[in-house]
């Protein structure tokens, strides 16, 4: 009685190719006897004496069945099978000893190239061509479903091994903002990086973008910072500005009395005031800085308020230039107990997860030209609403600090009541490594020690 046998060399292991023989979900892939066929169902006993049955649709529609069973099973060296081919639904069960017997042989030559000799007995004159034409086409189709399979295999290995950026955005951001940061939290905590009293500061941070630090920073630290602004308004100083508004158009221009009663705010102060850096710097808002950052922090601008400001709903990332847009935090310190109605800091919880804004389709900071504003405006208003955050009010006593997230909606309360005071002093901070956009275009003070381990910078102006 003819055979049939067939060699053939594959660039793959002897696994693989094993494997492909005896694995339902491999078989489903290419054991399938012509093109435009289907192998509708299947049943494959991976193991000496198990059934196989195999159940094909041709492309012309007619069905073709198998059954028969695993004589022989050496993995990964040879495997053999008796199975009868039949028109109709064979049974799983029979006398399969007297059927025709495909065997299996591998031989590796390099660790990924493996011959293979296929060897086919007990078929008719009749069904040689037939076979011969069915086994090249087999093995042509087991070729392309190993090179898959590789490449499949291949890419699991790279996941595995490559972990890809692991920050919500691709502009990076702090280890908070990565996708396992609950797991570094825990990590830090158990090696002693973080100690127990941090955990809920940084688990609030996670989940909602901001902090609170309750009497952060001592009256008496303020009450001496307030002395020092008290003695500015008398010392003419022309590198010190306020910003104020006249004919809805903003205004900069060197620090003098005739501004004092009118809203304006200070510009960084903290570069001219000891008393300023001494606030600013408290150990409770570096030590939560440095942990945060994981290298000391700089305060590299900052506001001095008397009154609310009613400023739109809006992220720092837009207009706060750094070189990292998201390793950039502000701080709000309270220099009085502040009351509602006084147009108070506010704020959307959890905002800082907002679907990321991209001026000009590529960057999180607003270019200085820009002209258009409303696309920004309408998305971090009407998106965190829409997504049920809460609209929080903040009203601290004098000496709490808030500290939040680059990315944290927030904003003032709108309407304030007239001469109600809300004194503030707002910091905006980053790594000492990170640069503010205006150490490249401006002259500034460079990078300075202030205190607690902390630094500071700022525009020089005038």
Known sequence: MPEIQVSRRFSASPELLFAAWIDPERLRRWFVPEPGGVLEDLCVEAELGGRLRFDWRLSDGRELHAHGVLDKL???????????????????EGDE???PQIKIALRPETPQLTELTLTHHGISEDELAGFEDSWSFLLNALDKELSEAQADERDAFFKRVTR??????????????????????????????????????????????????????SHKTINRFMRDYDRIWDERNEELFVEYFQDGEVLFHPIEPRFRKEPHKILDFHGYSKAARQMICSRAIVSFLSKLFERPPMAFQSLLFLYGTEQEMHQDTAFV???????FVGSWIALEDIQPGTGELQYYEGSHRLPEFLWEGRSRTMPKD????????EHVRDLPPTLGMDLRKFTPKKGDVLLWHADLVHGG???????????????????KDVDPEYSETLRWSGKLPAMNGAYYCHKRRG
């Open 164 to 217: 890809g950026n692991l920050h919500r955005s691709r502009f990076g951001g702090l280890w908070p903002d990565l996708r396992n940061a609950e797991t570094l939290l825990e990590g830090k905590l158990e090696c002693g990086l973080l100690a127990a009293k941090d955990e809920q500061l940084f688990r609030h941070w996670i989940e909602k973008g901001y902090v609170v630090l309750e009497g952060a920073v």
């Open 413 to 431: 309360a709108k309407n304030p009541q007239p001469n109600k005071t809300r004194k503030s002093f707002v910091t905006h901070w980053c790594p």
């Open 74 to 92: 050496a993995q990964p060296w040879s495997l053999s099978m008796r199975l009868q081919l039949g028109g109709e639904a064979l049974p799983l």
């Open 321 to 327: 230039p750094v070189s990292s847009p998201l390793e």
């Open 370 to 377: 820009n002209t258009v504003f409303t696309p920004f405006y």
């Open 97 to 99: 000893a007297g059927l």
